[in-house]
């Protein structure tokens, strides 16, 4: 039908930035990041993390489009950062969070895998 092949969802086409980075012209410290082949997974968990950064004023994403497989996060901080800072600072911290909910869960698993213990089925 219309709907575009599955792989466009995931594969970055060949000469497209993953992430492209807009300054507003209007608001000063305030800027938008396009993030292409993701969705609300990566948006909302960005979005958050951003959240907890006490300088950032402002952090909101939207996917412009159903079948067009991007987000958009705009970011608006105060003097004391830059939207690009707060973005990076956001993204190392989600890397350091996930990394240690890794470990955790590998710990964990080798604990009850070890044990002779069976999974419980659900």
Do not use: W
Request: hydrophobic fraction near 35%; avoid cysteine.
């Amino acid at each position: 039908m219309n709907a575009p092949d599955r792989y466009e969802r995931f594969v970055v086409p060949e000469g497209v930035a993953k992430v492209s980075y807009e300054r507003d012209t209007k608001i000063i410290n305030a800027a938008s990041f396009t993030i292409e082949r993701e969705d609300h997974t990566i948006g909302n968990i960005l979005r958050m993390q951003l959240h907890r950064d006490e300088n950032v004023l402002f952090a909101g994403y939207k996917l412009p489009h159903p079948l067009k497989y991007k987000i958009i996060i705009r970011i608006h901080t105060t003097s004391q950062s830059s939207p690009m800072q707060a973005y990076n600072q956001a993204i190392n911290d989600l890397d350091k969070e996930l990394d240690h909910l890794k470990n955790a869960f590998e710990v964990e698993l080798a604990k009850h895998s070890g044990s002779g213990k069976q999974p419980r089925e659900y």
